[in-house]
């Protein structure tokens, strides 16, 4: 009933904002005709003062008191036409205004009683997070524990709740900062670490930074059979160029999986894909990696420069020939960052988002990955 009252009141107010000026419009139509003679006559009075004390001369007088009377019988001329049809024209307008204004609150409501709901209860949030759990979306779940967070900072179990909810819902940082409250409450756990890599990972499209990998080797310390904190290194280590080490992890992660694992059919894909990847390159990914260059460390300063240039030039010219390689572009950007060249690895990883376009997944997640090694892309 409230609701009712409230929109009647609007729709009142609203309805009079609209008419009200256009009563005063009327009435200010109607004097302003009174008003210019009143003007006039006040002109003619002064006229005359001002010939009776001699300021002006009789000739001018008779000059203005004509110019005034044509004025005057101007007005009445336009008054008479008026009063021929007396606003008939502003009249009709200021009808049909007030019909359609009318009409609109009235066709409104008509239409929302036949096809709205206009019987159903109100729920206002206060009573639909006291609902039964069993009855309440995931929404309004989500809403009843962020109540609850919000009035209860320190409960370390709620946020341990909250964070895999945030997870699933894709809100990837704040699942984030859910894992890191729940960490800091109640603990390490291998679960929290690797949820929080995890977190840590989406947000970044996939890409796995930094602290993503802190994340989950904290994992792993705790629980070195955590099959997430696996499988996110696994896939940082190809990420990183180096398919053979990811490769070689993937698999021996697939030999200690218990049949049952939900884990099984991600690793398999991963492996199919990294083997397939390889063979439809054809080498084209093929660059420096870490012990390529720790085994050209051993060697002469000149041998050694001359083989890191070689690989990189030869990786380059493949991007070039095969530039939708996002891989290879990755690995590139890599060998430049740990031959100390910012440069080198920056202007690789313009040409990368250039290739794919600025505004692509991919793009975002060279950046990312830029990012991860201590690298800022150009503007």
Known sequence: ????????????????????????????????????????????SELDRDAARGLIQPAEAAEARAEIARRILRLDNAGAVGGANPGRAPVTARLVATVAVLAVPLVSWGLYVKLGSPDLPSQPLSERLAKNPADSSVDELVARAEAHLAANPTDGRGWDVLAPVY???????????????????????????????????????????????DAFEAALKLDPANAKASFYLAMALAQEGRAKEATTAWQAMLDRLPPDSPWRGAVEQALAKSGSSDVASGGATNGPDAGDVDAASSMSPQDRETMINTMVAGLDDKLRQNPRDPEGWMRLVRSYVVLGKADQAREALGRAIAVFGADSDQAKKFTAFAASLGLAATE
């Open 1 to 44: 009933m409230l609701f009712w009252v409230i929109a009647a009141i609007l729709t009142l107010g609203a309805s009079l904002a609209v008419l009200l000026p256009l009563a005063a419009s009327a009435k200010g139509a109607s004097s302003s005709g009174e008003h210019d003679l009143e003007v006039y006559r006040d002109q003619l």
């Open 167 to 213: 997870l699933r819902m894709q809100r990837f940082s704040d699942a984030a900062g859910a894992y890191r409250n729940a960490i800091r409450l109640d603990g390490d756990s291998a679960v929290r670490q690797a949820g929080l890599g995890e977190a840590i990972a989406s947000a970044a499209g996939g890409i796995v930074s930094a602290d993503a990998q």
